[in-house]
Each structure stands twice: as structure tokens, then as C-alpha cells.
């Protein structure tokens, strides 16, 4: 098959849509959709890493799903943690950072032979890979945890699939034994790899094949990873097998069609060389005609431009901390490629981001809709790292000099490393910059800071599981009553399963619960249970999977059985109030702004409303006051609050608003206020639109390039805040004795007159600084080449002195010494030229001795410094002292 035969008959779209079909239709799976590129329910991560993170739930036991086998493609990124492939990124041509895993998953129904025997049948039937460039792995045993080897999976790849027995080998609990983390589900795994050849690979040669698998090269690669999830790593380290046994399977779509199309490097398929074109088009450097430089450059560029697009079209924003920390420094990394190999100064990766979103437009909808929001986060992201580099310069000079100064050879590596983490300057180019100067970088001093940095960065991601996978085991599926009858809304009867840990950090778990846990950006509901001999003070709610969980207090002895549950009402009518209004704001906004307009966050509390969206500049004053009318005219209009559930591709063909990087189940709840107002939503609401009460807009600001955020209140909240601003105003008007009507012409009025006072004074302080000047110059004497004067100036004050001290420099070779008044203090400004430099006088110098004098400090430049004394008394002792030291040092 020649090469163009082989890209139209394994395309991209049709090798990914091969994958799904054939799971689909052979093996019947039901086809998901990708999950968001960051998992918004799971703290635990910071990116989705892998396909089986949506199913995370399944494989912990706290939840379910319709359907016992699924497929899917899933959008990954990898750049932290355990799966840390970012420095390798552009180097290969085979790492990335952002990636999909087409993966086949059976929740409880299939196993090891059905998994193997279809794999095995796409591969070689479907795709027809030759057999004898394909390689199996099976797990080999491990004595610590008293597991044998994997013998069943090795059996049905030689018997089932009919693979030569030669090439299934067995391989280490490193490569062939996958786990969730610490604690959890976890099981052997089978790969298969291919051997891509090349030189020396002919074994008639005498070379060896085997010792290439799992060896980390570019020959062997990893095509497709099937995982047998059968036991949970208990916290004592043991494994306990699990009573429902899965299979997650993972197969990066990247190799696979590098492979299928023929292509020795990932980057060579039809995923990337639209991308590189335009690359090419933007820089005028080709890719591939021998500069390796530019090559890794194009390579990392279309990686990260990737990524950044999928992760910020999902609902990501970049920051200083967390993920966002991580897409800025993806994006940074990228820009430093393009300015320092392709000689991009300024921002160009935001021009690359539609053509990555119209090659994987088609899969993920979510990127052409968002591509404008995308490309004005990377084109900001682009202008300031150009303003970060600078700085970062500039840091590096004054380390070098220190360095230099001290008669060093050697850039300390602690600090050095600081220009990676603040600035994004990789170790090669401190390297780099440092031999420039005739330095060597500290290497151990570097990769101890990089080590510290990188176990801060790895605590500040942790974070504490509800339960752990132990304490999971055997709890029963919460039943929520908040959107049940109208008695058991706020409050029902409950059996009480468990408590974890005590006193104020209890965990409560109950079979069935009234109380509203965290999600979606409503807060989790409080309020009290009380069981037989025990209450407990119920001060958050979360769920994990189909658990929730109940935080707070335990007083008394905890006993399993019958117990009250009763959330805070009042609190919960308040949320409730803040949740729908966000509903009409978010449509409020669409109406006056446009239809770009997306939520990226929000907050719904009991105390406010927190609205964050995206809009590429600040919303005018009038138009804020629009939306906040649009929402008090819903209020008052009264229309029903309705909810219903619905089939989810059917609500959204209807118009209905989802929110972007939500993950929905197929059965979704529609709220819908009077058939103004649509959206997905799992949230508590008021019953109809006037139970919401007045509406009031505390702010609109920026929060990141291309995000606003609103801050309002609703209900009794807002009256109160009403109250407030009109005491304020009638306040303000008592004051200036006016009434409120009057008080904004009153307040332009005083305005105009201050500036008019400030006009005056500044023509006044322009006068008297004429005449100090002329009192300046009939106060020199002449000494050594130098004219210098010690005068005072009551009349002046510290930036007039400052002036003067900037007319003085036009006099020659002068030693200025200037003393004013402000209040009760004692501001001085000192002026030094070369000449006196060179007699010894530096004006920092000076100032900081003078600054003792006057019972104050001061400091500052050779040629010019600047203090503040706390003893007007001393300044005429201080005269005397300088006049004194003036004329020694200048004889």
C-alpha cells in the first residue's frame, strides 16, 4: 500500500471512527462522549489522564451506570504527577501532552478473553497489523503481594488469539500491573507493542527483539494497554479481591496512527500536519528540512497549542496556581520555543489555535464553538509572558553580576532555578546563558530545587479522599430526597449507616439524605441529624460516586439506626434564591452581551451569587444596569420554575443550555423558567421566579483575559444591601448638606473647585521653587572643582525638593544638600555629580548617614538619594555637620 493509499484509507477520522464502530457493532458497546479534559468532580486530579477516569466511580463502588460496556475516545493531558511526560515532548517524536485514549471498558460483565480476542481481531483483521511485528506482555507474578503470573492471559493470547508463545513474555509489576493510586482498584494488565524495526532489528543478525519491549525507545512502542481490574489495594498494603471484576483498556490514538498511516514519528500524520503548515506559514521555516531545533520547536508548539485549545475550550482559565498553573507554563514553553529556534518575538500561537480546533472540530464540537474565547486566552497569555521574560532577564543579569563581584564561576543552582519557576527559563538556556558570561550552573544545587519544587507542587495537589477505598466498601448508594416529595425536601427519617473519624471532623453517611451535596457550583447544604444517644451538626455535604457524605460535628456516642435528618430551611431557601437568579442572569446576559457569552464558574450560596463569564472586554455601566432590570422583570413576572427529566441529546436539539466541561449522565434534569430561561441543571430552586425577590448587582469585574465576574444578591439579602446603599447616600448628602438628588452636582461642583485649588497651589509651588533656586545658587561655595551647597527650605516640600534637586544637575559639577518641611517631618534630597562622585561624595552614602542625624533613614543612587527625618529640631545641626564634611572631603 503506498503512502497516499495508506493516509486515505487510515485517515484520522476514519481510524478513530473504525475503533468506536467496531466495539459498537462487533461487541456491542455503547459509545460515550469524551469526558471534559479536566475532571471537575475529582480534586484528586488536576487533568484527565486517562479514559478510565470518568468510570473512576464504577471501579471505586459508590456508583453505576446504565450500561455494562462502553467506548469512547478521550481527550488526555499529561504534564504532572505520576504521568509526567512534558520535558520529553518535542525531544521524540512519539511523547505528548495532550493525547486521546481510545479505550473499551467492561463494568462488571466481560473479562480477560473476550478483551484480548476482540483487541487482538482489530489489530490483525480489521487494521490487518502483521503478526510478527507484534509483541505481548503479560504480568510475571509478584512475591511481595502473593500474586502468580498472569498464566490465564498468557493461555488465551497463545491458545484464543493464536500468538506465537514466543512473543508473549512476561514482564515486572512496573510495566504489567496497573493501579488507581495508593489505595483502590487495581489488577494486571496485558500490552501489546509493536516493533516499528530499523537497522541491526533482523534476528538472523543475531539481534534480539524481546529486549527492546517496554525498553523506552522509539523502535518497541506501547499500541494498546488492557487492564484486568480485579482486586483493591487495601491501606495496610493487601489485596482483597473485588466481588465485580472490570476491564479498561487504553490505546493512544496517536501511535496507532502513526503506525496505520506508515509514518516512523506521531507528528508525521494528517493530526499534525495542518497544524505544522500553519506553523510554517506563520514562522517561514519548514519542518523537517534537517534543523532538529526547528524541528523539536514545530513539535512542542503544535503539542502544547493543543492542549492549551482542549483544556481552555473545556472551561480551564489559566493562573499561578494548579492546572492553570500548568497551562501557563505550557503555553510559555511553547512561545520560548517559537522566539528562541524560529525567532517568533511576538504572540503568534493564539493564530494556531483554529487549525487545531477544525482538525479535531469534528470529535469535540466544544473547540470551533469556544475557538474566539480560546484564542484571546493564548494571545494574553503570549503578551504577558513577553513582559515576564524581560523581568526574568534582568534577574538572571543581577545574579550574574553578584556572582561576578564576588569573584564566583559558579551560578547558584537555588537560585537559578528560580528563573525556571517564576520565569520559564528552561536549565539548557540558563545553561546557555551562563557560559555565555564565563559561568558554570550549581547542577546539584538546581536539581535539589527542583526536587523541593517539585514535592510542594505534588502536596499542594493532594488532597484528603472523603472516604478512602477501604472505607467505601460495602456502603450502600445515598437516596437524595431534595428533589422528592414536598415533605422530605428539607427533611426525612434515615437509617444511619456510618460515621468516619470524630469530633469536628466526622463524616456522616446515611441510606437516604434530604441534604444537598456540593455540585455544580452550589454549595453543600447544613443543618443537624439526630439519632438515638447522638447528634450530629452537619456543617458541609459532599458525594463521591453515588455516596454522599455528610461533614461536621459528632456529639454523643454514634449508634447505627434510625435517625432525623433536617437541613438548615432557611439557608437552603436562600441558595435556592441565589441558584435560579443565576439561571435568569446567565440568560440576561446572552440577551444584552451576545450568544458568546458561557459560563466558566460560579458560586451559589446562601450568603451570594457568583457569576463568572466569558466576554472579551468589561460590561458598560448601562448595560449592567439592562441586565439587572432583564432579571428583576423575570422576578416580578412570577413564572412557574418547572423541572423536568429528559433524554440529554434531546434536551440540547431543544435549545436547552449546557454548561461547557460539565460531564451529564443521558437522562439529564431540565430546569425552565417560564420558557425564558433553559438549562441542564442538578440544583435546588424556588418554585416560581418571584420567590427569588429583588435582584441586586453588587460588582462586575475582570478575573482573567476574557473573563468577567458578577457578584449579586437576591431575596432578603438584597433588601438589606439596599438599605445599606441608601444610608450611604443620605449619609453623604448630610454631610455636604444637600439632598441625595443634589448630591452628584454638588460633588461635580467641589470637584472643580479643588481643581482649581490645585492649579493655584501648583503655580504657587512653581514660584517658590524659583526662588529657592535662586537662593540655591547665591548659596554655593567652590571647592576642588565641585560648587556645593547645604541649604534649608521650610517652604518646600518632598517632591518639590525633588524638582529642584533635577534643576540643580543643570548647574555643572555640583554637591547638593536640600532640606524641607512636610508636616512634622524632615524630607532632605542630596544631588552628587561626577565630579563630586569621584572626590568621594556618593549621594546614597550621604543620605544614609544623614537620615541617622535627623532621626529618620534615607538612601538611594550614587548621583542621587533621598531621606526623611522625624527631628525638624536637628536640622541645624545637620547643616553644620555637612557643611563641615563637605568642605573636608572637598579640600
Known amino acids: 500500500m503506498t503512502s497516499d493509499s495508506k493516509l486515505e484509507r487510515f485517515s484520522a477520522s476514519r481510524v478513530r471512527r473504525d475503533f468506536l464502530d467496531f466495539f459498537v457493532e462487533e461487541a456491542g458497546h455503547k459509545e460515550v462522549p469524551s469526558s471534559p479534559v479536566f475532571p471537575q468532580d475529582d480534586p484528586t486530579l488536576l487533568f484527565t489522564n486517562a479514559g478510565m477516569n470518568q468510570f473512576k466511580d464504577v471501579f471505586l463502588g459508590t456508583g453505576s451506570r446504565p450500561y455494562k460496556r462502553a467506548v469512547d475516545t478521550q481527550k488526555c493531558i499529561r504534564v504532572s504527577g505520576k504521568h509526567n511526560d512534558l520535558e520529553e515532548v518535542g525531544r521524540d517524536t512519539y511523547h505528548h501532552t495532550f493525547f486521546e485514549m481510545l479505550g473499551n471498558w467492561s463494568l462488571g460483565d466481560y473479562f480477560k478473553q473476550d478483551a484480548i480476542r476482540w483487541a ?108 484486568f481490574i480485579q482486586f483493591n489495594r487495601l491501606e495496610d498494603g493487601s489485596l482483597k479481591e473485588l466481588p465485580a471484576k472490570h476491564v479498561d483498556t487504553g490505546m493512544g490514538f496517536e501511535r496507532i496512527l502513526s503506525v496505520l498511516q506508515g509514518k516512523s514519528s506521531n507528528y508525521d500524520t494528517d493530526l499534525f500536519s495542518p497544524i505544522f503548515a500553519r506553523i510554517a506559514e506563520l514562522t517561514g521555516k519548514p519542518y523537517g528540512a534537517g534543523d532538529e531545533r526547528v524541528d523539536v520547536a514545530f513539535r512542542v508548539i503544535a503539542d502544547h497549542v493543543r492542549a492549551v485549545t482542549a483544556a481552555f475550550a473545556d472551561g480551564a482559565l489559566p493562573s499561578n496556581t494548579g492546572r492553570g498553573y500548568v497551562l501557563r507554563r505550557l503555553i510559555r514553553r511553547a512561545a520560548r520555543f517559537g522566539r528562541q529556534d524560529l525567532g517568533m518575538e511576538e504572540p503568534f500561537l493564539f493564530e494556531i489555535a483554529p487549525v487545531v480546533a477544525e482538525v479535531l472540530g469534528e470529535t469535540f464540537p466544544e473547540m470551533r464553538e469556544r475557538i474566539d474565547h480560546v484564542q484571546l486566552l493564548i494571545r494574553e497569555e503570549e503578551i504577558s509572558f513577553g513582559r515576564t521574560l524581560g523581568r526574568g532577564l534582568v534577574r538572571f543579569e543581577d545574579l550574574a553580576q553578584k556572582v561576578a563581584k564576588g569573584g564566583g564561576k559558579l551560578l547558584p543552582g537555588a537560585e537559578a532555578y528560580e528563573l525556571y519557576a517564576t520565569y520559564g527559563f528552561p536549565q539548557d538556556l540558563v545553561e546557555l546563558m551562563a557560559e555565555e558570561r564565563g559561568l558554570a550552573l550549581d547542577q546539584a544545587g538546581w536539581s535539589k530545587a527542583q526536587t523541593a519544587h517539585q514535592e510542594a507542587s505534588k502536596s499542594e495537589g493532594q488532597f484528603k479522599q472523603l472516604l478512602s477505598a477501604e472505607e467505601l466498601e460495602h456502603l450502600p448508594a445515598t437516596i437524595s430526597t431534595y428533589h422528592g416529595k414536598d415533605a422530605e425536601r428539607t427533611a426525612c427519617a434515615a437509617e444511619a449507616v ?183 441543571c442538578g440544583g435546588t430552586h424556588v418554585r416560581a421566579a418571584g420567590d427569588i425577590g429583588p435582584f441586586v448587582i453588587l460588582s462586575e469585574r475582570a478575573i482573567q483575559a476574557g473573563v468577567r465576574r458578577i457578584e449579586a444578591l437576591t431575596g432578603p439579602a438584597a433588601v438589606e444591601e439596599m438599605q445599606r446603599q441608601r444610608r450611604l447616600l443620605q449619609g453623604a448628602a448630610q454631610t455636604i448638606k444637600a439632598t441625595p438628588e443634589e448630591l452628584s452636582e454638588r460633588i461635580e461642583a467641589m470637584q472643580a473647585k479643588l481643581k482649581e485649588a490645585k492649579k493655584q497651589q501648583k503655580a504657587s509651588s512653581a514660584g517658590a521653587i524659583d526662588e529657592a533656586f535662586a537662593k540655591l545658587k547665591g548659596a554655593f561655595q567652590d571647592a576642588g572643582g565641585v560648587r556645593w551647597a547645604v541649604v534649608d527650605l521650610p517652604e518646600l516640600a518632598g517632591k518639590d525638593l525633588r524638582d529642584l534637586g533635577d534643576r540643580a544637575k543643570s548647574l555643572g559639577e555640583v554637591c547638593v544638600v536640600l532640606f524641607g518641611r512636610e508636616g512634622d517631618g524632615l524630607p532632605f534630597q542630596i544631588v552628587c555629580t561626577d565630579a563630586a562622585q569621584k572626590a568621594g561624595l556618593k549621594a546614597g552614602a550621604l543620605a544614609k548617614e544623614l537620615g541617622g542625624l535627623v532621626g529618620g533613614g534615607g538612601g538611594g543612587r550614587p548621583d542621587s538619594a533621598q531621606g526623611r527625618g522625624q527631628k525638624a529640631g536637628a536640622v541645624g545641626g545637620a547643616i553644620d555637620f555637612l557643611c563641615g564634611a563637605l568642605r573636608d572631603r572637598l579640600a
Not at 134 to 142: I, K
Not at 200 to 218: F, Q, R, S, Y
Not at 527 to 543: A, I, L, P, Q
Not at 545 to 552: F, K, R
Open 120 to 227: 487482538w481481531k482489530l489489530l490483525t483483521e480489521v487494521w490487518k497489523l502483521p503478526t510478527d511485528r507484534l509483541w505481548v506482555t503479560v504480568f510475571e507474578g509478584d512475591a511481595a503481594d502473593g500474586l502468580a503470573a498472569d498464566e490465564e492471559a498468557e493461555r488465551l493470547w497463545i491458545e484464543e488469539a493464536g500468538v506465537d508463545p514466543s512473543r508473549v513474555l512476561r514482564c515486572g509489576k512496573g510495566d504489567n500491573f496497573w493501579e488507581m493510586g495508593d489505595t483502590g482498584p487495581c489488577g494486571p494488565c496485558t500490552e501489546i507493542h509493536i516493533d516499528r524495526g530499523g537497522p541491526g532489528t533482523d534476528p538472523a543478525d543475531g539481534a534480539d527483539p524481546k529486549i527492546g519491549v517496554n525498553a523506552g525507545n522509539e523502535r518497541f512502542i506501547e499500541l494498546w494497554n488492557l487492564v
Open 498 to 680: 456510618r460515621v468516619f473519624g470524630e469530633g469536628s471532623e466526622a463524616r456522616l453517611v446515611l441510606d437516604r439524605s434530604p441534604f444537598y451535596p456540593e455540585a455544580g457550583g452550589q454549595a453543600g447544604d447544613s443543618g443537624e441529624v439526630n439519632g438515638e444517644g447522638w447528634r450530629f451538626r452537619v456543617e458541609n455535604t459532599k458525594k463521591i460516586g453515588e455516596v454522599v457524605v455528610h461533614l461536621g460535628e459528632l456529639e454523643g456516642a454514634f449508634r447505627p439506626g434510625l435517625a432525623q435528618a433536617r437541613v438548615d430551611a432557611d439557608q437552603r431557601a436562600r441558595t435556592m434564591k441565589n441558584h435560579t437568579a443565576t439561571h435568569l442572569l446567565h440568560k440576561a446576559l446572552k440577551d444584552v452581551l451576545g450568544d458568546h457569552v458561557n459560563q466558566q464558574g460560579s458560586y451559589v450560596g446562601p450568603d451570594r451569587l457568583r457569576f463568572d463569564f466569558s466576554n472579551p472586554k468589561g460590561v458598560a455601566p448601562e448595560d449592567l444596569e439592562r441586565i439587572e432590570s432583564i432579571v428583576n422583570e423575570q422576578v416580578f413576572a412570577n413564572a412557574e420554575v418547572a423541572t423536568t427529566i429528559e433524554d440529554l441529546d434531546a434536551a440540547k436539539a431543544r435549545g436547552v443550555t449546557a454548561l461547557f466541561g460539565e460531564k451529564y449522565d443521558e437522562q439529564v434534569r431540565v430546569v425552565d423558567v417560564g420558557g425564558w430561561s433553559t438549562e441542564l
